[in-house]
Protein backbone atom coordinates (compact mmCIF):
# COMPACT_ATOMS: atom_id res chain seq x y z
CA UNK A 1 0.00 0.00 0.00
CA UNK A 2 1.41 3.57 -1.14
CA UNK A 3 1.77 6.17 1.22
CA UNK A 4 -1.23 7.97 -0.74
CA UNK A 5 -3.90 5.05 -0.16
CA UNK A 6 -2.25 5.08 3.51
CA UNK A 7 -3.21 8.48 4.20
CA UNK A 8 -6.86 7.98 2.31
CA UNK A 9 -7.30 5.15 4.53
CA UNK A 10 -6.35 6.42 7.54
CA UNK A 11 -8.77 9.46 6.59
CA UNK A 12 -11.79 6.67 6.18
CA UNK A 13 -10.78 5.67 9.63
CA UNK A 14 -11.27 9.30 11.03
CA UNK A 15 -14.21 9.89 9.58
CA UNK A 16 -15.86 6.20 9.83
CA UNK A 17 -15.17 5.85 13.57
CA UNK A 18 -17.31 7.22 16.06
CA UNK A 19 -15.88 7.74 19.49
CA UNK A 20 -17.59 8.21 22.96
CA UNK A 21 -18.48 11.45 22.53
CA UNK A 22 -19.92 11.58 18.66
CA UNK A 23 -22.27 9.12 20.74
CA UNK A 24 -23.01 11.01 23.17
CA UNK A 25 -26.51 13.10 23.00
CA UNK A 26 -25.00 16.03 24.67
CA UNK A 27 -21.99 16.57 22.94
CA UNK A 28 -22.17 20.04 22.07
CA UNK A 29 -22.80 21.15 25.37
CA UNK A 30 -19.45 19.67 26.56
CA UNK A 31 -15.88 20.04 26.14
CA UNK A 32 -16.06 18.38 22.79
CA UNK A 33 -18.19 21.47 21.25
CA UNK A 34 -16.70 22.37 17.77
CA UNK A 35 -13.84 19.95 17.60
CA UNK A 36 -13.00 18.13 14.94
CA UNK A 37 -12.94 14.61 14.15
CA UNK A 38 -9.16 13.96 14.45
CA UNK A 39 -9.06 15.69 17.33
CA UNK A 40 -12.36 14.14 18.66
CA UNK A 41 -10.28 11.03 18.47
CA UNK A 42 -7.50 12.10 20.79
CA UNK A 43 -9.89 13.44 22.89
CA UNK A 44 -11.62 10.06 23.35
CA UNK A 45 -8.05 8.49 24.00
CA UNK A 46 -8.05 11.10 27.22
CA UNK A 47 -11.64 10.07 28.72
CA UNK A 48 -12.76 6.84 30.26
CA UNK A 49 -15.94 4.97 29.39
CA UNK A 50 -18.65 6.24 31.02
CA UNK A 51 -19.46 4.55 34.30
CA UNK A 52 -22.48 4.36 36.69
CA UNK A 53 -22.89 5.83 39.86
CA UNK A 54 -25.95 4.81 42.05
CA UNK A 55 -28.39 7.09 43.89
CA UNK A 56 -27.11 9.17 47.22
CA UNK A 57 -23.56 8.25 46.61
CA UNK A 58 -20.66 10.55 45.91
CA UNK A 59 -18.60 10.76 43.33
CA UNK A 60 -15.58 12.45 44.70
CA UNK A 61 -15.92 14.36 48.21
CA UNK A 62 -14.57 17.46 49.50
CA UNK A 63 -10.70 17.72 50.06
CA UNK A 64 -9.92 15.13 48.29
CA UNK A 65 -7.21 15.22 45.70
CA UNK A 66 -7.63 16.82 42.46
CA UNK A 67 -7.08 14.93 39.40
CA UNK A 68 -9.69 14.73 37.40
CA UNK A 69 -12.64 16.68 36.00
CA UNK A 70 -16.46 14.68 35.89
CA UNK A 71 -18.83 15.13 32.98
CA UNK A 72 -22.74 14.07 33.38
CA UNK A 73 -23.53 11.98 30.85
CA UNK A 74 -27.32 10.63 32.72
CA UNK A 75 -29.34 11.32 35.51
CA UNK A 76 -28.31 14.35 37.60
CA UNK A 77 -25.78 15.46 40.25
CA UNK A 78 -25.54 18.04 43.25
CA UNK A 79 -22.75 20.30 44.24
CA UNK A 80 -22.71 20.66 48.31
CA UNK A 81 -19.86 22.54 50.45
CA UNK A 82 -19.86 23.21 54.17
CA UNK A 83 -19.95 26.60 55.33
CA UNK A 84 -17.69 28.10 58.63
CA UNK A 85 -20.71 27.04 60.69
CA UNK A 86 -20.25 23.64 59.21
CA UNK A 87 -23.77 23.77 57.87
CA UNK A 88 -24.07 22.47 54.42
CA UNK A 89 -24.52 24.32 51.18
CA UNK A 90 -25.71 23.14 47.96
CA UNK A 91 -24.36 24.99 45.02
CA UNK A 92 -25.13 23.47 42.07
CA UNK A 93 -26.87 20.51 40.37
CA UNK A 94 -25.55 19.10 37.27
CA UNK A 95 -27.04 18.05 34.09
CA UNK A 96 -26.25 16.06 31.54
CA UNK A 97 -23.09 17.51 29.27
CA UNK A 98 -21.96 19.36 32.33
CA UNK A 99 -18.57 19.53 33.64
CA UNK A 100 -18.06 19.16 37.85
CA UNK A 101 -14.99 19.14 39.38
CA UNK A 102 -13.79 22.85 38.32
CA UNK A 103 -13.23 24.07 41.89
CA UNK A 104 -10.39 22.01 42.60
CA UNK A 105 -8.32 23.10 40.17
CA UNK A 106 -6.91 26.36 41.61
CA UNK A 107 -6.29 24.40 45.01
CA UNK A 108 -5.18 20.83 43.80
CA UNK A 109 -8.38 19.56 46.02
CA UNK A 110 -12.26 19.47 45.78
CA UNK A 111 -13.67 21.94 47.04
CA UNK A 112 -17.27 20.09 47.69
CA UNK A 113 -18.34 16.87 47.37
CA UNK A 114 -20.68 15.86 44.33
CA UNK A 115 -23.58 13.13 45.07
CA UNK A 116 -25.65 11.48 42.29
CA UNK A 117 -29.38 12.43 42.86
CA UNK A 118 -30.57 9.40 40.61
CA UNK A 119 -28.93 6.52 39.33
CA UNK A 120 -26.46 8.35 36.89
CA UNK A 121 -23.60 7.76 34.73
CA UNK A 122 -20.40 10.15 34.55
CA UNK A 123 -17.40 10.65 32.32
CA UNK A 124 -13.92 11.12 33.86
CA UNK A 125 -11.27 13.07 31.99
CA UNK A 126 -7.99 13.23 34.09
CA UNK A 127 -6.84 16.86 33.87
CA UNK A 128 -3.08 16.70 33.64
CA UNK A 129 -3.94 14.31 30.33
CA UNK A 130 -6.70 17.04 29.17
CA UNK A 131 -4.31 19.83 29.86
CA UNK A 132 -1.18 17.98 28.07
CA UNK A 133 -3.90 17.68 24.56
CA UNK A 134 -5.08 21.08 25.20
CA UNK A 135 -1.63 22.29 24.09
CA UNK A 136 -1.61 20.41 20.64
CA UNK A 137 -5.72 21.32 20.41
CA UNK A 138 -6.30 25.00 21.80
CA UNK A 139 -9.94 24.48 21.15
CA UNK A 140 -9.68 22.23 24.08
CA UNK A 141 -8.47 24.98 26.62
CA UNK A 142 -11.10 27.84 24.81
CA UNK A 143 -14.10 25.17 25.53
CA UNK A 144 -13.12 24.67 29.17
CA UNK A 145 -12.62 28.17 29.44
CA UNK A 146 -16.03 29.01 28.61
CA UNK A 147 -17.70 26.43 30.72
CA UNK A 148 -15.85 28.19 33.57
CA UNK A 149 -17.11 31.27 32.81
CA UNK A 150 -20.53 29.97 32.26
CA UNK A 151 -19.88 28.52 36.09
CA UNK A 152 -19.16 31.97 37.07
CA UNK A 153 -22.42 33.73 35.53
CA UNK A 154 -24.40 30.84 37.25
CA UNK A 155 -23.23 30.97 40.72
CA UNK A 156 -23.49 35.20 40.29
CA UNK A 157 -27.09 34.89 39.22
CA UNK A 158 -28.51 32.55 41.69
CA UNK A 159 -26.75 35.10 44.30
CA UNK A 160 -29.50 37.94 43.07
CA UNK A 161 -31.35 39.88 45.80
CA UNK A 162 -34.90 38.97 44.51
CA UNK A 163 -37.78 38.23 46.69
CA UNK A 164 -38.36 34.53 47.22
CA UNK A 165 -41.29 33.73 44.71
CA UNK A 166 -39.22 35.41 42.23
CA UNK A 167 -36.08 33.62 42.84
CA UNK A 168 -38.00 30.12 42.62
CA UNK A 169 -39.28 31.04 39.70
CA UNK A 170 -36.29 32.31 37.98
CA UNK A 171 -34.71 28.84 39.10
CA UNK A 172 -37.65 27.31 37.49
CA UNK A 173 -37.05 29.30 34.46
CA UNK A 174 -33.45 28.45 34.24
CA UNK A 175 -34.27 24.46 34.76
CA UNK A 176 -36.69 24.62 32.02
CA UNK A 177 -34.19 26.24 29.63
CA UNK A 178 -31.55 23.56 30.59
CA UNK A 179 -33.64 20.89 29.80
CA UNK A 180 -34.90 22.45 26.47
CA UNK A 181 -31.43 22.29 24.63
CA UNK A 182 -30.39 18.88 26.01
CA UNK A 183 -33.68 18.13 23.59
CA UNK A 184 -36.28 17.46 26.65
CA UNK A 185 -39.61 19.35 26.99
CA UNK A 186 -39.00 22.30 28.89
CA UNK A 187 -42.70 22.56 29.87
CA UNK A 188 -43.02 19.54 31.88
CA UNK A 189 -39.45 17.60 33.07
CA UNK A 190 -38.60 15.04 35.94
CA UNK A 191 -37.13 17.09 39.00
CA UNK A 192 -35.24 14.28 41.14
CA UNK A 193 -35.09 17.44 43.91
CA UNK A 194 -36.37 17.48 47.43
CA UNK A 195 -38.00 20.84 48.30
CA UNK A 196 -35.36 20.76 51.22
CA UNK A 197 -32.56 20.65 48.83
CA UNK A 198 -33.77 23.38 46.33
CA UNK A 199 -34.50 25.74 49.67
CA UNK A 200 -31.12 25.11 50.79
CA UNK A 201 -29.90 26.04 47.09
CA UNK A 202 -32.07 28.94 46.50
CA UNK A 203 -31.03 29.65 50.29
CA UNK A 204 -34.44 30.01 51.66
CA UNK A 205 -36.14 28.51 54.98
CA UNK A 206 -37.95 25.18 53.65
CA UNK A 207 -41.51 26.27 54.67
CA UNK A 208 -40.74 29.68 52.97
CA UNK A 209 -40.32 27.35 49.75
CA UNK A 210 -43.12 25.30 50.55
CA UNK A 211 -45.95 28.47 50.65
CA UNK A 212 -43.96 30.15 47.34
CA UNK A 213 -44.62 26.54 45.88
CA UNK A 214 -47.69 26.79 46.73
CA UNK A 215 -48.63 29.95 45.80
CA UNK A 216 -47.31 29.29 42.25
CA UNK A 217 -49.88 26.00 42.16
CA UNK A 218 -52.98 27.83 43.65
CA UNK A 219 -52.20 30.62 40.56
CA UNK A 220 -52.16 27.54 38.19
CA UNK A 221 -48.96 28.59 37.11
CA UNK A 222 -46.99 25.41 37.31
CA UNK A 223 -48.01 21.57 39.08
CA UNK A 224 -45.86 19.90 40.83
CA UNK A 225 -46.51 16.02 41.63
CA UNK A 226 -44.46 13.34 42.49
CA UNK A 227 -41.19 15.17 41.35
CA UNK A 228 -42.70 16.31 37.98
CA UNK A 229 -42.85 19.35 37.26
CA UNK A 230 -44.93 21.39 34.66
CA UNK A 231 -44.62 24.74 33.71
CA UNK A 232 -48.48 25.75 33.11
CA UNK A 233 -48.15 29.67 32.43
CA UNK A 234 -44.68 29.93 30.91
CA UNK A 235 -44.53 33.64 30.18
CA UNK A 236 -46.38 34.08 33.50
CA UNK A 237 -43.80 32.58 34.89
CA UNK A 238 -40.87 34.22 33.32
CA UNK A 239 -42.69 37.73 34.37
CA UNK A 240 -42.19 36.98 37.87
CA UNK A 241 -38.52 35.65 37.38
CA UNK A 242 -37.76 39.04 36.11
CA UNK A 243 -39.33 41.05 38.84
Same mark, same amino acid.
Given at each position: ???????????? *????????????????????????????? !???? /??????? /? %? $? *????????? $?? %?????????? +?????? *?????????? +?????????? !????? !? +??????????????????????? %????EHPVIQQNLLKVM?????????????????????????????? +?????????????????? %???????????????????????????? $? $????????????? *?????
Amino acid at each position: MSKLQRNIQNYK *NIVNTKTKCQKCSVNTLCLPSGLSSSELL !DLDK /VIAPSKI /V %D $K *NKPLFSYGE $KF %DSLYVVHSGM +FKSTTV *NEEGKERIIS +FHLPGEVMGL !DGIHS !D +FYESTVTALTMSSYCKIPYKQLM %DLSIEHPVIQQNLLKVMSKEIYSCKKNHIDIGSTAKLALFIKTLSYR +FEIRGYSGKEFFLPISQR %DIANYLGMAEETLSRVFKKLQKSEMVKY $K $KHILTILKKEELE *NIAES
